[in-house]
C-alpha cells in the first residue's frame, strides 16, 4: 500500500513529505545561521517533536522571534537546574530559585546555599556545557496528577505540590532531562543542543544566568546595568518571603486559611507607606514644581500620579495631575514606523515644543490653558480653563517619555522630580516559572483600552508588539535616571485581572 503524502509549504516553497513526520525532520534544514526552535503550523504553534498528519503551511520561530526567545529561556532554565541536579546528586535543598528577569538574563538565588561563588558558578557552567553538547531531548510526557506530585515530592519541589493542591484536572504534562523532571508553562526547544549561548555571573546574594537579548541569538557584549530597579525588585522579593506570598501555591494557602482581606490590605498599605516617602522627598527639596513619572504600557502611570497627588495634598499641596497623552499631535500627522504604521510610542508623536512652551510659561507665573487629546476623534482639544501656578502648587505629569531629557529640554533641572513605574511583579508561579510582567502589563492595557479607548482586545494584542518595541527604544534606556523607582504590581492583582 503506498504511503500517503502530505504537502506543506515552508520559506515560500511547496513541498511533500510522509504523512506523520515530525516537524524537526521537515524543518532540519535551516533558513540561515538561526536554528528553528518550534514552528507555526497554520497559525498553531507546535514542537518540533510533534509529527504533520496534513496538508500545511509552516512558519519557522527563532530565537529572534518573541516566542523563541521565552522558548530559548525556558530550555536554559530547565539545562541549569539539570546541572545543579546532577552537581548535588538531587539533593532537595540545593534548589535554585528563579526570583525576576533582568535586562541580561534572569536572577536566581539558592537559600540556604553560601557558596555561590566563582568556583561553583564555573562547575555549574561546565556541566551545562556538557549537557548542551550531548543534546540531550527534552521529552515531554503526559502523566496523572498523583504520579506528578509524587517526582516533584522525591526531587523536593515542594512549591510545585503546593500548586498542584489547586489543579482542577487529573493529568499533567512534564519535562524530562534524562532523570530530571519539571513543569513549565511553554514550549521547550527540541533538545538541549539548541541552548549554546549562556554565561553564570555572580550577583548580590545569588547569580544571573546570562542570556540573549530579545531579538538575538548572542550575548550582549555590552550589559544593561540597572542597579535600582534591581534594589526596588529585590525589596518586594523579600517582603513576599516574609510574609509568605512568594507563589501563586503559597498565595492560595494563605487564602484559604486566612481569607484574602488581611493580604489586601498590607499591600495596600505598604504601597501607601512608600508614596508618602516620596512625596516626603519631593517636599523636602522645595525648587521642585514638575513631577515627571514614566513608565512602560500599563505600568499604573495615571493611578499612581493620582495617588501621589493626594499625599501631596495631605501635606498642603495643591497638585495639577496632567497626562503626557494630552499633548499628542492630531492623529493624522502621526509618524509611521518601520512597517508603515502609525508609531505612537515614539517622542516625535509628542508637541514637545509646545509642551516646553506651556511648562516654562507656568514656572514664569503666567497663565496657560492645558491641552486635551480626544483618543476617540484623534484630535487635540480645549476644554479645561487656564492654569498659573501658585507657591504651593506642583505639576504631576505622567508619560512613557518623562525620563527622556529630549523630552524636557528647556526645563532648569532642579525644578523637576523624575519617577520610574512598572508592575514588577513579585509573584511567581511555582520557583521555577514566573508570571510575566509583560503578560501582565497586556492584560492590563487590554481592559484599559476596551473600557476608555474604543480598542477591542484583538486591536491592543495587534498593537503590542509595535508597544513593547517602543518602550525597548523609548522607555528602558532611561530608567536608572529617575530619582526614585515605584512598584505598582499588586500580589493578587492576577487574580483580579482574570475577572
Known amino acids: 500500500m503506498k504511503e500517503k503524502n502530505i504537502r506543506y509549504k515552508l520559506d515560500g516553497e511547496w ?108 562547575s555549574v557552567k561546565e556541566r551545562m556545557r556538557v549537557l548542551s553538547e550531548s543534546c ?9 496528577l498523583s504520579e506528578a506530585m509524587e517526582i516533584f515530592r522525591r526531587q523536593g519541589m515542594e512549591d510545585k505540590i503546593r500548586l498542584m493542591r489547586f489543579r482542577r484536572v487529573s493529568r499533567v504534562n512534564l519535562y524530562f532531562l534524562e532523570d530530571y523532571a519539571d513543569y513549565f508553562y511553554g514550549y521547550m526547544a ?16 545569588g547569580f544571573i544566568l546570562v542570556l540573549p537579548p530579545e531579538g538575538s541569538a548572542s550575548l550582549s557584549e555590552t550589559p544593561i546595568r540597572s542597579e535600582k530597579l534591581f534594589a526596588v525588585r529585590s525589596a518586594f522579593e523579600k517582603w513576599g518571603d516574609a510574609l509568605g506570598f512568594r507563589t501563586v501555591g503559597e498565595l492560595n494557602e494563605s487564602i ?31 525648587q521642585i514644581r514638575i513631577i515627571l513619572i514614566a513608565g512602560p504600557s500599563s505600568s499604573g502611570k495615571t493611578s499612581f500620579s493620582h495617588r501621589l497627588s493626594i499625599q501631596l495634598s495631605a501635606m498642603g499641596y495643591t497638585p495639577h495631575p496632567i497626562a503626557m497623552d494630552d499633548y499628542f499631535i492630531d492623529r493624522a500627522n502621526t509618524p509611521l514606523d518601520e512597517n508603515g504604521e502609525k508609531d505612537f510610542e515614539c517622542l516625535e508623536a509628542l508637541d514637545v515644543e509646545l509642551f516646553n512652551q506651556d511648562m516654562l510659561s507656568l514656572l514664569d507665573g503666567k497663565e496657560v490653558r492645558l491641552p486635551s487629546y480626544n483618543f476617540l476623534t484623534g484630535k487635540r482639544e480645549y476644554h479645561s480653563g487656564k492654569l498659573r501656578l501658585g507657591e504651593k502648587d506642583i505639576l504631576v505629569i505622567e508619560g512613557i517619555h518623562g525620563l527622556n531629557p529630549a523630552l524636557s529640554y528647556a526645563l532648569p533641572q532642579e525644578s523637576l522630580f523624575r519617577i520610574y513605574v512598572s508592575a514588577m511583579t513579585q509573584l511567581n508561579i ?13 492584560i492590563r492595557r487590554i481592559i484599559r483600552d476596551a473600557r476608555t479607548r474604543g480598542y477591542s482586545a484583538s486591536q491592543t494584542i495587534q498593537r503590542w508588539p509595535a508597544v513593547r518595541r517602543g518602550e525597548e527604544r523609548n522607555i528602558f534606556p532611561f530608567q536608572e535616571q529617575a530619582d526614585v523607582m515605584f512598584n505598582t504590581a499588586m500580589v493578587y492583582e492576577t487574580g483580579v485581572l482574570k475577572v
Not at 528553528?36 to 503551511?57: I, K, N, P
Not at 490590605?265 to 522627598?281: F, K, N, V
Open 15 to 122: 513541498r511533500e513529505a510522509p504523512a506523520g513526520t515530525s516537524f524537526a525532520e521537515l524543518v532540519k534544514e535551516p533558513a540561515g545561521d538561526l536554528p528553528t526552535l518550534l514552528v507555526q503550523a497554520d497559525g498553531h504553534l507546535r514542537e518540533l517533536h510533534m509529527r504533520a498528519v496534513s496538508d500545511c503551511v509552516l512558519e519557522r520561530i527563532t530565537i529572534t522571534d518573541p516566542i523563541g526567545s521565552m522558548t530559548y529561556r525556558r530550555s536554559a532554565c530547565m539545562l541549569l537546574y539539570k546541572a545543579l541536579h546532577d552537581l548535588t546528586s538531587g539533593c532537595k535543598d540545593m534548589n535554585a530559585l528563579l526570583r525576576f528577569n533582568v535586562p541580561d538574563g534572569i536572577y536566581f538565588t539558592i537559600p540556604g546555599f553560601d557558596g555561590v561563588n566563582e568556583e561553583f558558578l564555573a
Open 136 to 144: 540531550i531531548p527534552f521529552m515531554k510526557k503526559n502523566v496523572s
Open 190 to 205: 527540541a533538545h538541549t543542543g539548541f541552548v549554546n549561548a549562556f554565561d553564570l555571573r555572580r550577583h548580590e546574594d
Open 256 to 286: 484559604c486559611r486566612n481569607g484574602y482581606s488581611n493580604m489586601l490590605l498590607m499591600q495596600e498599605a505598604m504601597q501607601e507607606g512608600q508614596l508618602a516617602r516620596i512625596a516626603s522627598r519631593i517636599a523636602a527639596r522645595r
Open 430 to 442: 511555582d520557583e521555577h516559572n514566573p508570571i510575566p510582567e509583560t503578560d501582565v502589563r497586556l
